[in-house]
Each structure stands twice: as structure tokens, then as C-alpha cells.
């Protein structure tokens, strides 16, 4: 028997010398019990699966390095953060990305119409950093309260199983927050043509931190080295036809072929504070920063360049979470940002273990010492201090001891009472969808009116007449357009009342800034900032 041809064993290390039959009283059974192989072989696969993630379960994953240019524009990145990841040029940080759609269970179509998700881990010297982002800078919702209703109106209805638009409708037009990232989702900008050929955004709103302490608000941006390309519906529907896959695909075989898919990371940043002065609030996750005033700089560049060996254990089992942050990062005081926060080391430890920071994909590169023990899956003890007796700190005898502190570090002050509060400079949620609607080229203008249209066809009038109120006012011809074509009685859907639970439009706002970007403006511009390899 050659190298390659490796005899099969069992997973106790037993030589396996019949892989096709049952153990079986002659050759017609019955089969027996203690058939030992076969139990174990069956019962293991009865326990291949662990249940998908309950959002973006539909992904694929690649390996690969950042490498950071060490400065921020003309400054050192050290003014801004002492993050090493970021501060260090001339290194390059192991990486493993998983690209994903949201709504879709695991198997479903890579051509849906939904925001991408974009999540990055990188395996620093200083332990593990995640950015988990998604395509759209935007996002649906600005508090986390309402996350597990959103996720429930976009997925199928609990009774049929079935897809309704009216669900999502239902749910948006009472919720005009949603609108601006609404408008990106429904125009070609929410059926990228490939993960690719994609931008990414880490969408909420971080610190970093300097070796002064000082503190600043930064958003993150990944814009691919390929051109941006977005499909249409008729587009997305032939590709559908022939491969629910062709994301996954396209990044495979890209990677095999070596033709390597890389990112500049860019950011936005702001003194840490919260900037009365500026219209939107620097938390909410609804807007976007204008590039006018906070131009996206570049600071390093991802490539991607090896896929996993094994999908299961590397892209199904890797654990993406907001909390994991490196020293020099904090978090922000974005409400989104803190209910993430719990629930993805809460829903890993639910989906994969509690020891699921012990696998390979998820483990940091840098030292692990804790005196965390034990759980189901342990596959090994946190190297401990010289006394492996002592698993507790505080200690005398050996054990493990805590890290110098800083002398100098950030401290956030905070004062204010106690309450169940919406932000309240996020007044004209209207005015950043409509100037997302009026930056779009005529096609993408004409796709996105297309798609709202058909979907309000299927809704009840009561939903479609306040869709079309709240698109009226975000801009006055997408409220008559979208009327128009799905046949609702615009006169009749702005005599409604303004949302109970919301101040509606903002009456005295200024016209459309002129610096609000097209996004057609960040299609392929990521050259010259990203060197060749
Ligand atoms: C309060 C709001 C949110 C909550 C509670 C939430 C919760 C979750 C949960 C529970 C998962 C499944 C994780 C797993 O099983 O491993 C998930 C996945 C994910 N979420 Fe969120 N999410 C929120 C908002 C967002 C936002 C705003 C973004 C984009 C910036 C985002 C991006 C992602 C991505 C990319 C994944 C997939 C990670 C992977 O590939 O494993 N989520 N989210």
C-alpha cells in the first residue's frame, strides 16, 4: 500500500477492513447491535450539522493578510491609535474573511436581493481583532432592541414557510429608519454581481485610541481593487437559473487560479465627542459620514489568497463577534454596536460550544494564559502559569497574574439619566434617502423603482399607501413614480398622518447637499492606494 493510500481506520484508531457491509447474522441479517463501526460511523453523521447561523447563513470564507501602510493620510497612524495592526507597516496579518447574504438559510440562492456581509478576522499579534461588517455602509435600524423583529418580518412567514414582501414592507413603513437603507437594498447596490467585486463597511461606529489616551470615533471602509458591479433583477434572475452558488464559486476559483481579490481599508474619523455641531448623529448607523468633511483615508490593504481546506471546520465553524477588539480600538457608545456585542459571543457559544474559541480558525495567534476551564469539546487547558495546580487568581503559588495597566488611558465620562430614549438628532430620516435616491444613475434609479413598485403590488393598500407617503417624502418624485407604477392613489397616501411613534420629515430642512457622494464615485477608485502583489 502506497503513501497516498492510507488504510481507514475508525475514530478510535481501529484498522477499518469492511466499509460496505453491516455485521449481520448471515447474509440477510438481522444486524446486530454491538456493530461498533457502523454505530459510530452513523451516529456521528447523524450529528454533522450544527445549527446554521440564525443571519448570514449562506457564506464562504478565504484566508489571506492585511498589511497596514502605518500611517493615515500625511499623519503616522499612531496619532490616531496604538493598535499595531494599524500602526505597523511592513507586517503582514493573517486573515480569514467570510463573505455571506442574511436572509437566506444556507443553501439558498447567492443572487438575492439583501445586503452582503463582510467579516474579517485578523489574527494580530496582540490577539484577535473582528471587523464585522457588511457591503452597505448603512443599516436598517439604529437600536438593537428591534434586531430579532427585523431578522423575523424579512424571513419567511412562520405559518407558510413562504417569502411575503409584505412582511418587510410591514415592518420598514413603520420604522422610517429604515428608509435610506432601504433605498440602497432595492436598487442593484443589494445584488452584487460577485463578493469580489464588492465595497464593505464595517457600518458602525468605533474608537481608537492613542498612547495619549486621546480617543477618536472611526467608521471603517474596504474598497475593492476590481471595479464595483452590481447586477439587475433580470440579471440576477439568469444567473440564478444556472448556479445558486456563483458567489462562492467566483471566489474559489479566482483564489485557485491566483488571481487574488483584495481591499483597501480606508476610514473616517472624528475627535471622539458628540459633535452638536453636525446634523446627523455620529452614532447612528442610518447615515453615513459625508466624505466632504471626513474624507476616507486609507490606512492598510487585504489580500486574499488561500481557501479552506475543509469548509466545515474553517468557514462554518469560524466566530465573528464585535467585542473582539485589540488594544489601541474600543467600542463607541453606538447602540447597535453594544446589543451586537452580546449577541454574537452569545449566539457562538449556543451554535458552535462554549469552547468554540479553541478551534483552529477562531483560536488567537497570540499566547492564550486564562483560568477559563472545562465545558463540552475542551480540547485543551489555556497554558497555565508555572503551577498547573492553581487555575484561580489571585495567587501566591505560581499562578497566573494580570497584565500591566496603562498609565495613561482612555476614560470615557458619562453622565445622564436613565432611559428608553431614541436618538433624537436622527429627526429627518427622509433626507438621506432621498439624497441616496437622487445620487443614483438613471438605471439605478430605474431598477430601484421597478423593484418597489412590483413588491407593493403584493401588499395590503394600508402598507403600500404608507411606503408611498414615507418615499414622497424622502423625495417628491419617488413617492409619485413608485405610486404611479404600482397603482396607489398618491392623493389618498399623503392625506395619512405622520407615524405615531415618529416625528416624520423634517419641514425646514436645507435642500440636498451637494457634497453627499454619488456612489458611483467609489466604483474602482481604489488605485493608486492599493500596491500591486
Ligand atoms: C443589533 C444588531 C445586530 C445583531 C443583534 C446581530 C446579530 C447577529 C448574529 C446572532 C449573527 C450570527 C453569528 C453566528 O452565528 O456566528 C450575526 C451574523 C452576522 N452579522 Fe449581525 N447582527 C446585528 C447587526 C449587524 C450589522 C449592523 C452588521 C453589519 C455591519 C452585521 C453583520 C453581520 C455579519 C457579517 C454576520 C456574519 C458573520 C459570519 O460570517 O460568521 N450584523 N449577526
Redesign the pocket.
Known amino acids: 500500500m502506497s503513501e497516498e493510500q492510507r488504510p481507514l481506520t475508525t475514530r478510535q484508531g481501529h484498522p477499518l477492513s469492511d466499509n460496505q457491509n453491516l455485521r449481520t447474522v448471515g447474509e440477510r441479517g438481522p444486524a446486530t447491535l454491538e456493530n461498533y463501526p457502523f454505530i459510530e460511523k452513523i451516529t456521528h453523521f447523524d450529528r454533522e450539522r450544527i445549527p446554521e447561523?440564525?443571519?448570514?447563513a449562506r457564506?464562504t470564507g478565504a484566508h489571506g493578510y492585511f498589511e497596514a501602510y502605518g500611517n493615515v493620510g500625511d499623519e503616522p497612524a499612531t496619532t490616531y491609535t496604538r493598535a499595531k495592526v494599524i500602526t505597523e507597516s511592513g507586517y503582514r496579518t493573517p486573515v480569514f474573511v467570510?463573505f455571506?447574504t442574511v436572509v437566506g438559510s444556507k443553501g439558498s440562492p447567492e443572487t438575492a436581493r439583501d445586503p452582503r456581509?463582510?467579516?474579517v478576522k485578523f489574527y494580530t499579534k496582540d490577539g484577535n481583532w473582528d471587523l464585522?461588517?457588511?457591503n452597505l455602509p448603512v443599516?436598517f435600524i439604529r437600536d438593537?432592541m428591534k434586531?430579532p423583529d427585523m431578522v423575523h418580518a424579512f424571513k419567511p412567514d412562520p405559518v407558510t414557510n413562504a417569502e411575503e414582501p409584505w412582511r418587510f414592507y410591514d415592518f420598514v413603513s413603520n420604522s422610517p429608519e429604515s428608509l435610506h437603507m432601504i433605498t440602497w437594498v432595492k436598487s442593484p447596490w443589494g445584488i452584487p454581481a460577485s463578493y469580489r467585486e464588492m465595497i464593505g463597511?464595517?457600518?458602525?461606529t468605533y474608537k481608537w485610541i492613542n498612547d495619549q489616551g486621546a480617543a477618536f470615533l472611526v467608521k471603517y471602509h474596504w474598497v475593492p481593487k476590481l471595479p464595483v458591479r452590481n447586477l439587475t433583477a433580470a440579471q440576477a434572475a439568469e444567473v440564478q437559473a444556472k448556479d445558486v452558488g456563483h458567489a462562492t464559486r467566483d471566489l474559489y476559483d479566482a483564489i485557485e487560479r491566483g488571481d487574488f481579490p483584495s481591499w483597501e481599508l480606508r476610514v473616517q474619523l472624528m475627535p471622539d465627542g458628540e459633535h452638536p455641531e453636525l446634523s446627523f448623529d455620529p452614532l447612528d448607523?442610518t447615515k453615513t459620514w459625508p466624505e466632504d468633511q471626513f474624507p476616507k483615508v486609507p490606512v492598510g490593504y487585504m489580500v486574499l489568497n488561500r481557501n479552506p481546506e475543509n469548509v466545515f471546520a474553517e468557514t462554518e465553524q469560524?466566530?465573528?463577534g464585535t467585542g473582539v477588539l485589540v488594544d489601541g480600538m474600543d467600542f463607541s457608545d453606538d447602540k447597535?454596536l453594544l446589543?451586537?456585542t452580546l449577541?454574537?459571543s452569545d449566539?457562538?457559544r449556543h451554535?458552535v460550544g462554549p469552547n468554540y474559541l479553541q478551534l483552529p480558525i477562531n483560536t488567537s495567534h497570540a499566547p492564550v494564559h486564562t483560568n477559563q476551564r472545562d465545558g463540552a469539546m475542551t480540547a485543551f487547558v489555556d497554558a497555565s502559569g508555572k503551577n498547573p495546580h492553581v487555575n484561580y487568581e489571585p495567587s501566591v503559588m505560581g499562578g497566573l497574574s494580570e497584565a500591566p495597566k496603562r498609565e495613561r488611558d482612555y476614560a470615557e465620562t458619562v453622565q445622564g439619566s436613565l432611559v428608553r430614549q431614541p436618538l433624537s438628532r436622527t429627526i429627518d430620516d427622509y433626507k438621506a434617502a432621498g439624497d441616496r435616491y437622487r445620487s443614483f444613475e438613471a438605471w439605478e434609479r430605474e431598477e430601484l423603482l421597478s423593484n418597489i413598485s412590483n413588491d407593493l403590488r403584493s401588499c395590503s393598500p394600508e402598507i403600500a399607501l404608507r411606503m408611498v407617503w414615507h418615499l414622497y417624502h424622502c423625495d417628491e418624485d419617488y413617492g409619485t413614480q413608485i405610486a404611479r407604477r404600482a397603482g396607489v392613489d398618491l392623493q389618498k397616501a399623503l392625506k395619512l398622518p405622520p407615524l405615531r411613534h415618529h416625528p416624520g420629515p423634517n419641514k425646514n430642512r436645507e435642500p440636498a447637499a451637494p457634497g453627499i457622494p454619488s456612489p458611483t464615485t467609489i466604483r474602482g477608485t481604489v488605485e493608486p492606494g492599493v500596491p500591486a502583489h
Open positions: 447561523r440564525v443571519v448570514h457564506g467570510r455571506s456581509g463582510f467579516a464585522v461588517g457588511n443599516f438593537a434586531f463597511s464595517g457600518v458602525n448607523d469560524a466566530a465573528f447597535m446589543g451586537r449577541s454574537y449566539t457562538h451554535r
